[in-house]
């Protein structure tokens, strides 16, 4: 269907996306990406967002690395393709109350995280962006 995919640099940009939105989602900032997210995701992570903040609890969050991100499936309908990612990650992350206490988590422990997210995009679309659709832990 694209004759210039590249599942190398398809991979490059998803790795970015992963960090940009992870980021954007603990900073409370998910505006920044909205343009490569879904609409569902977009309204999932602004309501976990906004009852975080209304708690007034902090996310703290450290990418120590991706140990790796494959492509698991890609499926097209029509002019749709879905390409789900398998990113393999080290993370720490806390959820703090307002006076710093760990709710949860530990911040002397590195998590093993695996997520499954997919990613579409209109191949008729002019628009080179791919979009996160769905986001599942394994």
Known sequence: FDKNFSPKKFLSGAKIAFQTIIQSYTKGEINKVKHIISTNIFSIFLKEIKSRTRKKYILEHTLVSIKNADIEKIDVKSSIADIVVKFVSEQVNLLKNEKGKILKGNDEYI?????????????????PNWKLVVTKAG
Not at 111 to 127: A, G, I, V
């Open 111 to 127: 998590e093993n995280h695996t997520n499954y997210w997919t990613f579409s995009k209109d191949l008729k679309s002019s628009n």
